[in-house]
Protein backbone atom coordinates (compact mmCIF):
# COMPACT_ATOMS: atom_id res chain seq x y z
CA UNK A 1 0.00 0.00 0.00
CA UNK A 2 2.81 2.34 0.90
CA UNK A 3 4.78 1.24 -2.40
CA UNK A 4 1.66 2.02 -4.64
CA UNK A 5 1.61 5.69 -3.08
CA UNK A 6 5.29 6.67 -3.38
CA UNK A 7 5.22 5.24 -6.89
CA UNK A 8 2.45 7.31 -7.59
CA UNK A 9 3.85 10.41 -6.70
CA UNK A 10 6.94 9.22 -7.98
CA UNK A 11 5.12 9.34 -11.48
CA UNK A 12 2.83 12.52 -10.63
CA UNK A 13 6.06 14.34 -10.40
CA UNK A 14 7.66 12.53 -13.80
CA UNK A 15 4.67 13.57 -15.59
CA UNK A 16 5.10 17.37 -14.59
CA UNK A 17 9.06 17.40 -15.41
CA UNK A 18 8.82 16.18 -19.02
CA UNK A 19 5.70 18.78 -19.43
CA UNK A 20 8.38 21.18 -18.82
CA UNK A 21 10.96 20.02 -20.66
CA UNK A 22 9.22 18.86 -23.74
CA UNK A 23 8.62 21.27 -26.18
CA UNK A 24 4.71 22.75 -26.60
CA UNK A 25 2.70 21.31 -29.39
CA UNK A 26 2.59 23.39 -32.87
CA UNK A 27 -0.91 24.78 -33.51
CA UNK A 28 0.57 26.84 -36.69
CA UNK A 29 2.38 25.53 -39.69
CA UNK A 30 3.74 29.38 -39.70
CA UNK A 31 6.41 28.56 -37.46
CA UNK A 32 7.92 31.43 -36.19
CA UNK A 33 5.53 33.85 -37.15
CA UNK A 34 3.30 36.15 -35.45
CA UNK A 35 0.49 38.75 -36.37
CA UNK A 36 -1.48 38.90 -39.71
CA UNK A 37 -0.43 37.65 -42.63
CA UNK A 38 -2.13 38.08 -45.92
CA UNK A 39 -1.54 35.70 -49.56
CA UNK A 40 -2.76 36.54 -52.98
CA UNK A 41 -3.47 33.30 -55.51
CA UNK A 42 -0.85 32.65 -57.68
CA UNK A 43 -3.34 32.24 -61.19
CA UNK A 44 -0.43 30.65 -63.13
CA UNK A 45 0.70 28.49 -61.06
CA UNK A 46 -2.45 27.49 -59.51
CA UNK A 47 -3.83 24.15 -60.75
CA UNK A 48 -7.79 23.46 -60.72
CA UNK A 49 -8.92 20.32 -62.54
CA UNK A 50 -12.49 18.48 -62.12
CA UNK A 51 -13.95 15.54 -63.47
CA UNK A 52 -17.31 14.11 -64.13
CA UNK A 53 -17.02 10.30 -64.30
CA UNK A 54 -20.56 8.85 -65.45
CA UNK A 55 -21.37 5.75 -66.67
CA UNK A 56 -21.17 6.19 -70.36
CA UNK A 57 -18.60 9.24 -70.03
CA UNK A 58 -15.63 10.43 -68.41
CA UNK A 59 -14.83 14.32 -68.69
CA UNK A 60 -12.19 15.71 -67.40
CA UNK A 61 -11.95 19.46 -67.38
CA UNK A 62 -9.26 22.34 -65.64
CA UNK A 63 -10.30 26.05 -65.07
CA UNK A 64 -7.28 28.66 -65.60
CA UNK A 65 -7.24 32.12 -64.15
CA UNK A 66 -7.89 31.42 -60.26
CA UNK A 67 -7.68 34.29 -58.46
CA UNK A 68 -8.32 34.67 -54.27
CA UNK A 69 -6.81 36.46 -51.39
CA UNK A 70 -5.83 34.16 -47.78
CA UNK A 71 -6.16 36.37 -44.99
CA UNK A 72 -4.91 34.70 -41.85
CA UNK A 73 -5.41 37.20 -38.81
CA UNK A 74 -2.90 35.47 -36.61
CA UNK A 75 0.17 33.13 -37.66
CA UNK A 76 -0.02 32.09 -34.36
CA UNK A 77 -3.55 31.02 -34.66
CA UNK A 78 -4.56 30.15 -38.29
CA UNK A 79 -8.31 29.19 -36.66
CA UNK A 80 -9.17 33.30 -37.70
CA UNK A 81 -8.16 32.43 -41.36
CA UNK A 82 -10.55 34.04 -43.87
CA UNK A 83 -10.47 33.68 -47.79
CA UNK A 84 -12.69 34.00 -51.01
CA UNK A 85 -11.16 32.13 -53.85
CA UNK A 86 -12.67 32.68 -57.19
CA UNK A 87 -12.91 30.82 -60.05
CA UNK A 88 -14.22 32.35 -63.55
CA UNK A 89 -16.65 30.02 -65.58
CA UNK A 90 -15.39 31.39 -68.83
CA UNK A 91 -12.22 29.99 -68.22
CA UNK A 92 -13.68 26.46 -67.30
CA UNK A 93 -12.40 24.09 -70.26
CA UNK A 94 -13.35 20.13 -70.86
CA UNK A 95 -11.17 19.92 -73.86
CA UNK A 96 -13.68 20.36 -76.36
CA UNK A 97 -15.02 23.97 -77.79
CA UNK A 98 -18.58 22.72 -77.89
CA UNK A 99 -18.70 20.95 -74.70
CA UNK A 100 -17.31 24.38 -73.22
CA UNK A 101 -19.89 26.29 -74.86
CA UNK A 102 -22.99 24.24 -73.11
CA UNK A 103 -21.17 24.14 -69.62
CA UNK A 104 -21.01 27.66 -69.58
CA UNK A 105 -24.40 28.00 -71.33
CA UNK A 106 -27.59 28.98 -69.44
CA UNK A 107 -28.90 24.92 -68.82
CA UNK A 108 -25.18 24.30 -66.60
CA UNK A 109 -23.00 26.99 -65.06
CA UNK A 110 -24.59 30.11 -66.74
CA UNK A 111 -21.94 32.10 -67.18
CA UNK A 112 -24.23 34.93 -68.49
CA UNK A 113 -25.73 35.36 -65.41
CA UNK A 114 -23.09 34.04 -62.69
CA UNK A 115 -19.73 34.76 -63.95
CA UNK A 116 -17.74 33.47 -61.44
CA UNK A 117 -17.79 30.21 -58.68
CA UNK A 118 -16.30 31.36 -55.49
CA UNK A 119 -15.57 30.11 -52.21
CA UNK A 120 -15.56 32.37 -48.89
CA UNK A 121 -13.80 30.58 -46.28
CA UNK A 122 -14.58 32.02 -42.28
CA UNK A 123 -13.15 29.79 -40.46
CA UNK A 124 -10.21 27.50 -40.59
CA UNK A 125 -10.29 24.54 -38.30
CA UNK A 126 -6.60 23.71 -37.89
CA UNK A 127 -5.99 19.63 -37.85
CA UNK A 128 -2.67 17.85 -37.31
CA UNK A 129 0.64 20.28 -37.57
CA UNK A 130 3.87 18.83 -38.91
CA UNK A 131 6.31 21.78 -39.32
CA UNK A 132 5.68 23.80 -41.42
CA UNK A 133 2.89 21.54 -42.58
CA UNK A 134 -0.91 21.61 -41.25
CA UNK A 135 -4.55 19.92 -42.34
CA UNK A 136 -7.69 20.71 -41.74
CA UNK A 137 -11.32 22.15 -42.69
CA UNK A 138 -11.65 25.21 -44.86
CA UNK A 139 -15.72 25.98 -43.44
CA UNK A 140 -16.97 28.84 -45.32
CA UNK A 141 -20.00 29.44 -48.51
CA UNK A 142 -19.67 27.96 -51.85
CA UNK A 143 -21.44 29.63 -54.33
CA UNK A 144 -22.18 28.12 -58.01
CA UNK A 145 -24.85 29.23 -60.65
CA UNK A 146 -25.66 32.07 -58.15
CA UNK A 147 -26.91 29.30 -55.11
CA UNK A 148 -24.66 28.91 -52.31
CA UNK A 149 -24.47 26.15 -49.61
CA UNK A 150 -22.12 25.59 -46.50
CA UNK A 151 -19.24 23.67 -47.42
CA UNK A 152 -16.37 22.33 -45.00
CA UNK A 153 -13.54 21.63 -47.22
CA UNK A 154 -10.28 19.19 -46.21
CA UNK A 155 -7.12 21.09 -47.05
CA UNK A 156 -3.63 20.21 -46.44
CA UNK A 157 -1.64 23.37 -46.19
CA UNK A 158 2.51 24.01 -46.73
CA UNK A 159 3.88 27.57 -45.76
CA UNK A 160 7.37 27.62 -47.53
CA UNK A 161 8.95 30.20 -45.13
CA UNK A 162 11.20 30.96 -47.35
CA UNK A 163 9.49 32.31 -49.99
CA UNK A 164 7.02 33.64 -47.90
CA UNK A 165 4.32 31.34 -49.63
CA UNK A 166 1.77 28.99 -49.14
CA UNK A 167 0.66 25.89 -51.22
CA UNK A 168 -3.15 24.38 -50.30
CA UNK A 169 -4.35 21.60 -52.04
CA UNK A 170 -7.40 19.74 -51.78
CA UNK A 171 -10.24 17.38 -53.08
CA UNK A 172 -13.96 17.36 -52.96
CA UNK A 173 -17.11 16.87 -54.51
CA UNK A 174 -19.80 19.65 -55.91
CA UNK A 175 -23.31 18.72 -56.69
CA UNK A 176 -25.15 19.64 -59.56
CA UNK A 177 -28.20 19.40 -57.84
CA UNK A 178 -27.04 21.71 -54.47
CA UNK A 179 -26.18 24.50 -56.91
CA UNK A 180 -29.55 24.11 -59.38
CA UNK A 181 -27.99 23.08 -62.13
CA UNK A 182 -30.41 21.05 -64.38
CA UNK A 183 -28.50 20.27 -67.60
CA UNK A 184 -29.56 19.33 -70.52
CA UNK A 185 -32.73 16.37 -70.57
CA UNK A 186 -31.48 13.27 -69.07
CA UNK A 187 -27.92 13.74 -69.77
CA UNK A 188 -27.09 14.70 -65.89
CA UNK A 189 -26.81 10.73 -64.20
CA UNK A 190 -26.07 8.70 -67.81
CA UNK A 191 -23.43 11.26 -69.72
CA UNK A 192 -22.40 13.32 -66.78
CA UNK A 193 -22.06 12.43 -63.37
CA UNK A 194 -24.55 14.42 -60.76
CA UNK A 195 -21.89 15.23 -58.74
CA UNK A 196 -18.49 16.03 -60.01
CA UNK A 197 -14.59 15.79 -58.48
CA UNK A 198 -12.44 18.92 -57.66
CA UNK A 199 -8.93 18.27 -57.65
CA UNK A 200 -7.26 21.73 -56.30
CA UNK A 201 -4.44 22.50 -55.58
CA UNK A 202 -3.26 26.64 -54.96
CA UNK A 203 -0.31 28.39 -54.85
CA UNK A 204 -0.17 31.84 -52.83
CA UNK A 205 2.27 33.99 -52.17
CA UNK A 206 2.33 37.13 -49.31
CA UNK A 207 0.98 40.25 -50.61
CA UNK B 1 3.54 -7.29 -96.71
CA UNK B 2 1.28 -7.42 -99.54
CA UNK B 3 -0.91 -10.11 -98.31
CA UNK B 4 -0.96 -7.95 -94.92
CA UNK B 5 -1.96 -5.22 -96.90
CA UNK B 6 -4.95 -6.83 -99.22
CA UNK B 7 -6.36 -8.11 -95.58
CA UNK B 8 -7.39 -4.93 -93.94
CA UNK B 9 -8.36 -3.75 -96.87
CA UNK B 10 -11.52 -5.66 -97.58
CA UNK B 11 -12.59 -5.70 -94.34
CA UNK B 12 -13.06 -2.12 -94.65
CA UNK B 13 -14.64 -1.98 -97.86
CA UNK B 14 -17.12 -4.49 -97.10
CA UNK B 15 -18.72 -3.49 -93.70
CA UNK B 16 -17.94 -0.07 -93.23
CA UNK B 17 -19.24 2.34 -95.94
CA UNK B 18 -22.37 4.07 -93.80
CA UNK B 19 -24.86 5.12 -94.73
CA UNK B 20 -24.85 8.69 -92.43
CA UNK B 21 -22.83 10.53 -90.65
CA UNK B 22 -20.52 9.40 -88.12
CA UNK B 23 -17.41 11.46 -87.35
CA UNK B 24 -15.05 9.06 -86.00
CA UNK B 25 -12.58 12.21 -84.89
CA UNK B 26 -14.98 13.53 -83.01
CA UNK B 27 -14.82 10.75 -80.54
CA UNK B 28 -11.44 11.29 -80.46
CA UNK B 29 -11.30 14.83 -79.62
CA UNK B 30 -14.02 14.92 -76.98
CA UNK B 31 -13.41 11.41 -75.67
CA UNK B 32 -17.13 10.28 -76.08
CA UNK B 33 -17.83 7.22 -77.54
CA UNK B 34 -19.91 6.79 -80.71
CA UNK B 35 -23.00 5.85 -78.62
CA UNK B 36 -23.43 8.85 -76.96
CA UNK B 37 -24.43 10.38 -79.46
CA UNK B 38 -26.31 8.54 -82.06
CA UNK B 39 -29.10 6.10 -81.38
CA UNK B 40 -27.29 3.72 -83.19
CA UNK B 41 -24.34 2.17 -81.22
CA UNK B 42 -22.06 1.74 -83.23
CA UNK B 43 -22.40 5.37 -84.61
CA UNK B 44 -24.01 7.17 -87.26
CA UNK B 45 -27.07 7.99 -88.62
CA UNK B 46 -30.14 9.46 -86.35
CA UNK B 47 -28.55 11.66 -82.89
CA UNK B 48 -29.95 11.43 -79.92
CA UNK B 49 -30.50 14.42 -77.31
CA UNK B 50 -26.67 14.41 -76.70
CA UNK B 51 -26.41 14.59 -80.32
CA UNK B 52 -28.57 17.25 -81.17
CA UNK B 53 -26.98 19.30 -78.26
CA UNK B 54 -23.40 18.77 -79.45
CA UNK B 55 -24.24 20.12 -82.45
CA UNK B 56 -26.63 22.24 -82.55
CA UNK B 57 -24.40 25.40 -81.94
CA UNK B 58 -21.68 24.37 -83.98
CA UNK B 59 -20.94 26.79 -86.63
CA UNK B 60 -19.34 29.82 -88.06
CA UNK B 61 -22.88 31.57 -88.32
CA UNK B 62 -26.20 30.74 -86.30
CA UNK B 63 -28.93 30.11 -87.57
CA UNK B 64 -30.33 33.74 -86.08
CA UNK B 65 -27.71 35.83 -87.66
CA UNK B 66 -29.09 34.56 -91.13
CA UNK B 67 -33.13 34.62 -90.40
CA UNK B 68 -33.68 31.42 -89.24
CA UNK B 69 -34.69 32.05 -85.80
CA UNK B 70 -37.34 28.88 -85.79
CA UNK B 71 -34.48 26.56 -86.36
CA UNK B 72 -31.90 28.64 -84.38
CA UNK B 73 -34.43 28.14 -81.29
CA UNK B 74 -34.91 24.28 -82.03
CA UNK B 75 -33.75 23.04 -78.23
CA UNK B 76 -33.90 19.44 -79.26
CA UNK B 77 -34.70 16.67 -81.24
CA UNK B 78 -37.56 14.46 -79.55
CA UNK B 79 -41.35 14.83 -78.67
CA UNK B 80 -43.53 12.68 -76.98
CA UNK B 81 -41.99 14.01 -73.67
CA UNK B 82 -38.72 12.52 -74.94
CA UNK B 83 -40.41 9.17 -76.18
CA UNK B 84 -39.90 10.05 -79.67
CA UNK B 85 -36.26 11.26 -81.17
CA UNK B 86 -36.38 12.36 -85.18
CA UNK B 87 -33.87 13.52 -87.39
CA UNK B 88 -32.98 13.53 -91.12
CA UNK B 89 -29.53 13.54 -93.05
CA UNK B 90 -29.16 14.84 -96.37
CA UNK B 91 -25.73 14.69 -98.46
CA UNK B 92 -24.43 15.22 -101.55
CA UNK B 93 -21.90 15.85 -103.81
CA UNK B 94 -20.12 17.65 -106.76
CA UNK B 95 -18.03 15.15 -108.32
CA UNK B 96 -16.53 13.62 -111.88
CA UNK B 97 -17.83 9.75 -111.33
CA UNK B 98 -16.32 7.19 -112.91
CA UNK B 99 -12.81 6.77 -114.91
CA UNK B 100 -11.91 8.67 -117.35
CA UNK B 101 -11.22 6.99 -120.78
CA UNK B 102 -9.40 7.48 -124.32
CA UNK B 103 -11.58 10.17 -126.79
CA UNK B 104 -12.22 9.15 -130.60
CA UNK B 105 -9.39 11.78 -131.04
CA UNK B 106 -6.63 10.45 -129.14
CA UNK B 107 -7.30 12.77 -125.91
CA UNK B 108 -8.51 11.58 -122.25
CA UNK B 109 -12.21 12.53 -121.73
CA UNK B 110 -12.64 12.56 -117.77
CA UNK B 111 -16.53 11.88 -116.57
CA UNK B 112 -18.21 15.17 -116.31
CA UNK B 113 -18.38 17.05 -113.09
CA UNK B 114 -21.97 16.37 -111.54
CA UNK B 115 -23.99 16.95 -108.89
CA UNK B 116 -25.27 13.57 -106.97
CA UNK B 117 -27.74 13.70 -104.06
CA UNK B 118 -26.22 10.65 -102.30
CA UNK B 119 -28.37 10.20 -99.08
CA UNK B 120 -32.19 11.49 -98.04
CA UNK B 121 -32.58 9.54 -94.92
CA UNK B 122 -35.25 10.69 -92.15
CA UNK B 123 -35.09 8.98 -89.07
CA UNK B 124 -37.21 8.20 -86.14
CA UNK B 125 -36.39 6.32 -82.89
CA UNK B 126 -39.24 5.65 -80.66
CA UNK B 127 -38.34 4.76 -76.70
CA UNK B 128 -41.56 1.73 -76.40
CA UNK B 129 -40.01 1.70 -72.14
CA UNK B 130 -36.94 2.30 -70.71
CA UNK B 131 -35.53 -0.74 -71.65
CA UNK B 132 -37.11 -1.10 -75.09
CA UNK B 133 -36.77 1.27 -78.28
CA UNK B 134 -37.41 0.92 -82.19
CA UNK B 135 -35.71 2.67 -84.91
CA UNK B 136 -36.28 3.13 -88.13
CA UNK B 137 -35.24 5.01 -91.44
CA UNK B 138 -35.78 5.37 -95.21
CA UNK B 139 -33.76 6.54 -98.26
CA UNK B 140 -35.86 7.53 -100.79
CA UNK B 141 -32.83 7.99 -103.03
CA UNK B 142 -32.51 4.47 -103.35
CA UNK B 143 -35.30 4.48 -106.05
CA UNK B 144 -33.28 6.77 -107.57
CA UNK B 145 -30.10 5.34 -107.54
CA UNK B 146 -28.37 2.82 -105.70
CA UNK B 147 -25.17 0.67 -105.58
CA UNK B 148 -25.67 -3.64 -105.49
CA UNK B 149 -26.08 -4.59 -102.07
CA UNK B 150 -27.15 -0.93 -100.15
CA UNK B 151 -30.48 -0.91 -98.41
CA UNK B 152 -33.35 0.78 -99.29
CA UNK B 153 -34.00 1.13 -95.46
CA UNK B 154 -32.71 -0.34 -91.85
CA UNK B 155 -34.25 -0.12 -88.95
CA UNK B 156 -34.56 -2.55 -85.36
CA UNK B 157 -35.78 -3.09 -81.99
CA UNK B 158 -32.76 -2.26 -79.29
CA UNK B 159 -33.62 -4.03 -76.22
CA UNK B 160 -31.03 -2.53 -73.40
CA UNK B 161 -31.53 -3.21 -69.88
CA UNK B 162 -29.08 -0.84 -68.56
CA UNK B 163 -26.18 1.15 -68.68
CA UNK B 164 -23.58 -1.27 -68.78
CA UNK B 165 -24.97 -4.32 -70.00
CA UNK B 166 -24.95 -5.92 -73.07
CA UNK B 167 -28.07 -4.42 -75.43
CA UNK B 168 -29.48 -6.30 -78.69
CA UNK B 169 -30.38 -5.20 -81.69
CA UNK B 170 -32.76 -7.13 -84.30
CA UNK B 171 -34.07 -6.42 -87.47
CA UNK B 172 -32.25 -4.96 -90.61
CA UNK B 173 -28.81 -3.67 -89.12
CA UNK B 174 -25.23 -3.01 -90.21
CA UNK B 175 -23.03 -5.71 -88.67
CA UNK B 176 -20.19 -3.23 -86.42
CA UNK B 177 -16.54 -4.02 -88.37
CA UNK B 178 -13.87 -1.82 -88.00
CA UNK B 179 -14.50 2.18 -88.01
CA UNK B 180 -17.64 3.54 -89.05
CA UNK B 181 -16.43 6.16 -91.69
CA UNK B 182 -18.62 9.09 -93.25
CA UNK B 183 -17.08 8.73 -96.48
CA UNK B 184 -18.49 6.38 -98.91
CA UNK B 185 -15.32 6.52 -101.03
CA UNK B 186 -12.86 5.31 -98.99
CA UNK B 187 -10.68 2.52 -100.40
CA UNK B 188 -11.06 0.83 -97.29
CA UNK B 189 -14.60 -0.79 -98.50
CA UNK B 190 -13.85 -0.73 -102.27
CA UNK B 191 -12.00 -3.30 -104.66
CA UNK B 192 -9.71 -1.48 -106.36
CA UNK B 193 -10.10 -3.29 -109.58
CA UNK B 194 -13.73 -2.45 -109.03
CA UNK B 195 -13.87 0.90 -107.51
CA UNK B 196 -17.69 1.69 -108.89
CA UNK B 197 -18.51 -1.34 -106.33
CA UNK B 198 -18.22 -1.32 -103.26
CA UNK B 199 -17.85 -4.68 -101.29
CA UNK B 200 -19.69 -3.21 -98.26
CA UNK B 201 -22.01 -0.61 -99.39
CA UNK B 202 -23.14 2.73 -98.23
CA UNK B 203 -26.39 2.33 -96.20
CA UNK B 204 -25.41 -1.78 -96.55
CA UNK B 205 -28.09 -3.66 -94.04
CA UNK B 206 -29.17 -7.15 -93.55
CA UNK B 207 -31.63 -8.67 -91.14
CA UNK B 208 -29.71 -10.36 -88.50
CA UNK B 209 -29.27 -9.30 -84.83
CA UNK B 210 -26.21 -7.84 -82.79
CA UNK B 211 -24.98 -7.42 -78.61
CA UNK B 212 -23.43 -4.59 -78.32
CA UNK B 213 -21.72 -4.13 -75.11
CA UNK B 214 -19.84 -1.33 -73.06
CA UNK B 215 -19.22 -2.43 -69.44
CA UNK B 216 -16.95 0.14 -68.78
CA UNK B 217 -15.33 2.97 -70.45
CA UNK B 218 -12.83 1.57 -71.99
CA UNK B 219 -14.00 -1.43 -73.70
CA UNK B 220 -16.66 -2.50 -76.16
CA UNK B 221 -17.65 -5.25 -78.00
CA UNK B 222 -19.87 -5.86 -80.61
CA UNK B 223 -21.04 -9.34 -82.28
CA UNK B 224 -23.72 -9.83 -84.89
CA UNK B 225 -24.72 -12.37 -86.86
CA UNK B 226 -27.12 -11.46 -90.31
CA UNK B 227 -28.39 -13.44 -93.29
CA UNK B 228 -26.13 -11.88 -96.13
CA UNK B 229 -28.58 -11.20 -98.73
CA UNK B 230 -27.62 -7.63 -99.54
CA UNK B 231 -23.78 -8.51 -98.89
CA UNK B 232 -23.89 -11.33 -101.35
CA UNK B 233 -25.61 -8.40 -104.16
CA UNK B 234 -22.62 -5.91 -103.30
CA UNK B 235 -19.64 -8.76 -103.92
CA UNK B 236 -20.97 -11.84 -105.44
CA UNK B 237 -17.64 -13.24 -105.29
CA UNK B 238 -17.13 -13.10 -101.36
CA UNK B 239 -20.48 -14.60 -101.05
CA UNK B 240 -22.33 -17.32 -103.82
CA UNK B 241 -25.20 -17.53 -102.44
CA UNK B 242 -27.36 -16.13 -99.67
CA UNK B 243 -25.61 -17.44 -95.92
CA UNK B 244 -25.49 -16.16 -92.60
CA UNK B 245 -22.58 -13.85 -92.23
CA UNK B 246 -20.75 -13.44 -88.11
CA UNK B 247 -18.94 -10.28 -87.57
CA UNK B 248 -16.96 -9.40 -84.38
CA UNK B 249 -15.24 -6.33 -82.88
CA UNK B 250 -13.41 -5.45 -80.07
CA UNK B 251 -11.82 -1.68 -79.50
CA UNK B 252 -10.27 -0.52 -76.42
CA UNK B 253 -10.47 3.25 -75.79
CA UNK B 254 -7.48 4.32 -73.44
CA UNK B 255 -7.47 7.74 -72.27
CA UNK B 256 -4.48 10.14 -70.43
CA UNK B 257 -6.74 12.43 -69.03
CA UNK B 258 -4.63 14.88 -67.58
CA UNK B 259 -2.64 15.00 -71.01
CA UNK B 260 -6.28 15.48 -73.22
CA UNK B 261 -5.53 12.74 -74.93
CA UNK B 262 -8.17 9.92 -76.19
CA UNK B 263 -7.50 6.98 -78.16
CA UNK B 264 -8.67 3.93 -79.47
CA UNK B 265 -7.23 0.60 -80.53
CA UNK B 266 -9.42 -2.43 -82.20
CA UNK B 267 -9.94 -5.08 -84.16
CA UNK B 268 -12.62 -6.62 -86.06
CA UNK B 269 -13.27 -9.85 -87.78
CA UNK B 270 -16.31 -10.97 -90.68
CA UNK B 271 -16.77 -14.43 -91.88
CA UNK B 272 -19.03 -15.57 -94.19
CA UNK B 273 -19.36 -18.51 -97.09
CA UNK B 274 -15.61 -19.25 -96.52
CA UNK B 275 -14.62 -16.15 -97.07
CA UNK B 276 -12.92 -14.07 -94.37
CA UNK B 277 -12.30 -10.23 -93.34
CA UNK B 278 -10.01 -9.11 -90.93
CA UNK B 279 -9.60 -5.04 -89.31
CA UNK B 280 -7.23 -3.30 -87.36
CA UNK B 281 -8.04 0.53 -86.16
CA UNK B 282 -6.29 2.35 -84.10
CA UNK B 283 -6.96 6.48 -83.14
CA UNK B 284 -5.36 9.02 -81.44
CA UNK B 285 -6.69 12.32 -80.60
CA UNK B 286 -6.00 15.38 -78.21
CA UNK B 287 -8.18 17.86 -77.18
CA UNK B 288 -8.65 21.10 -78.99
CA UNK B 289 -6.17 19.71 -81.54
CA UNK B 290 -7.43 17.10 -83.86
CA UNK B 291 -6.73 13.10 -84.65
CA UNK B 292 -4.32 10.73 -86.35
CA UNK B 293 -6.27 7.56 -87.30
CA UNK B 294 -4.89 4.48 -89.19
CA UNK B 295 -6.91 1.78 -90.11
CA UNK B 296 -6.50 -1.54 -92.34
CA UNK B 297 -8.13 -4.36 -93.48
CA UNK B 298 -7.69 -8.08 -95.21
CA UNK B 299 -10.00 -10.04 -96.70
CA UNK B 300 -9.67 -13.44 -98.66
CA UNK B 301 -12.79 -14.78 -100.56
CA UNK B 302 -13.49 -18.56 -101.57
CA UNK B 303 -12.08 -18.16 -104.68
CA UNK B 304 -8.62 -16.99 -103.44
CA UNK B 305 -8.70 -13.17 -104.16
CA UNK B 306 -7.29 -10.88 -101.67
CA UNK B 307 -7.22 -7.34 -100.77
CA UNK B 308 -4.93 -5.68 -98.76
CA UNK B 309 -6.42 -1.77 -97.66
CA UNK B 310 -4.94 0.64 -95.47
CA UNK B 311 -6.02 4.26 -94.66
CA UNK B 312 -4.04 7.14 -92.75
CA UNK B 313 -5.87 10.13 -91.81
CA UNK B 314 -5.15 13.55 -90.01
CA UNK B 315 -7.18 15.81 -89.00
CA UNK B 316 -6.37 19.26 -87.14
CA UNK B 317 -9.39 21.52 -85.67
CA UNK B 318 -8.54 25.28 -86.49
CA UNK B 319 -12.23 25.97 -85.17
CA UNK B 320 -15.39 23.35 -83.62
CA UNK B 321 -16.79 24.54 -87.07
CA UNK B 322 -13.80 24.11 -89.17
CA UNK B 323 -11.63 20.95 -89.53
CA UNK B 324 -8.80 20.60 -92.06
CA UNK B 325 -8.52 16.62 -93.02
CA UNK B 326 -5.63 15.07 -95.11
CA UNK B 327 -5.78 11.08 -95.77
CA UNK B 328 -3.75 8.75 -97.73
CA UNK B 329 -4.88 5.61 -99.25
CA UNK B 330 -3.83 2.03 -100.70
CA UNK B 331 -5.32 -0.46 -101.99
CA UNK B 332 -3.70 -4.08 -103.40
CA UNK B 333 -5.82 -7.06 -104.83
CA UNK B 334 -4.57 -10.04 -105.63
CA UNK B 335 -6.02 -13.06 -107.39
CA UNK B 336 -5.12 -16.29 -108.86
CA UNK B 337 -4.87 -16.19 -112.36
CA UNK B 338 -5.67 -12.75 -112.71
CA UNK B 339 -4.48 -9.40 -112.39
CA UNK B 340 -3.49 -7.71 -110.00
CA UNK B 341 -5.34 -4.47 -108.82
CA UNK B 342 -3.77 -1.46 -107.30
CA UNK B 343 -5.23 2.01 -106.54
CA UNK B 344 -3.89 5.02 -104.43
CA UNK B 345 -5.86 7.82 -102.92
CA UNK B 346 -4.50 11.02 -101.69
CA UNK B 347 -7.64 13.15 -100.27
CA UNK B 348 -7.28 16.83 -98.69
CA UNK B 349 -10.03 19.19 -97.54
CA UNK B 350 -12.01 21.56 -95.42
CA UNK B 351 -15.03 20.56 -92.43
CA UNK B 352 -16.22 23.24 -92.36
CA UNK B 353 -19.92 24.11 -91.27
CA UNK B 354 -21.00 27.48 -92.19
CA UNK B 355 -24.29 27.34 -89.96
CA UNK B 356 -24.96 24.55 -87.86
CA UNK B 357 -26.48 21.06 -88.75
CA UNK B 358 -24.90 22.00 -92.55
CA UNK B 359 -21.46 21.20 -93.47
CA UNK B 360 -19.28 21.67 -96.96
CA UNK B 361 -16.71 19.61 -97.33
CA UNK B 362 -14.47 21.09 -100.21
CA UNK B 363 -12.05 18.62 -101.24
CA UNK B 364 -8.78 17.62 -103.70
CA UNK B 365 -8.70 14.10 -104.75
CA UNK B 366 -5.87 12.60 -106.44
CA UNK B 367 -7.10 8.72 -107.31
CA UNK B 368 -4.31 6.83 -109.01
CA UNK B 369 -4.96 3.53 -110.39
CA UNK B 370 -3.63 0.88 -112.41
CA UNK B 371 -5.58 2.06 -115.12
CA UNK B 372 -5.59 5.88 -115.17
CA UNK B 373 -5.05 8.61 -112.84
CA UNK B 374 -7.84 10.73 -112.09
CA UNK B 375 -7.10 14.05 -109.86
CA UNK B 376 -10.33 16.71 -109.09
CA UNK B 377 -11.69 18.92 -106.52
CA UNK B 378 -14.77 17.95 -105.20
CA UNK B 379 -17.61 19.43 -102.81
CA UNK B 380 -19.24 17.24 -100.53
CA UNK B 381 -22.34 19.02 -98.89
CA UNK B 382 -24.48 17.58 -95.40
CA UNK B 383 -27.35 18.80 -94.26
CA UNK B 384 -28.96 17.09 -90.67
CA UNK B 385 -31.29 17.78 -88.12
Request: aromatic share 8%; charged share 20%.
Amino acid sequence: MRFASTAARLATVSAALLSLSAPALASSPFAGKTGPLSFAVDSGKTQFKFLSDAPMEKVPGTADGVTGEIKVADAADPAGTTAKITVPVAKMKTGNDMRDKHMQGPEWLNAGANPTITFEINKFEVGKVDGNRASGKAIGKFTMNGKSVDKALAVDIAYAADKNAIKITTKFKVSFKDHAVKGKGDIIGTKVSPEVEVDCTLYAAAK
Amino acid sequence: MKRWVALLSLAATWLVASSAVALPRMTLTAGSRCSNCHVNPQGGGLRNDMGFYAMAQAGMATWEQVGWQKFHDLSDNQAMDGRLTYGFDYRGVVAKLGAPRWGSDGQVVEPPRIPVPMQLTPALAYKINDWLSATASVNPLWWVHSYPGQSPADGWLQIKPAIGLPSLRLGMIQPSFGIRHDDHTLLLRRNPKALGQPLLPPAYADPGAEVNWEPTHWLSLDAAAVWGHNLRLADPQAIAADKPVFSGRLTLWPQVLDWGINSWVGASALVADGSTVLGGHVGVGKNYWGTVIGEAVWSKTRGNREILSTLVQVSHAIKDWLVLEARWERSQSTQPGQSDGEATSYVAGLQWMPLPNFELRPEYRWLDTKDYLLAQYTLQFHLWL
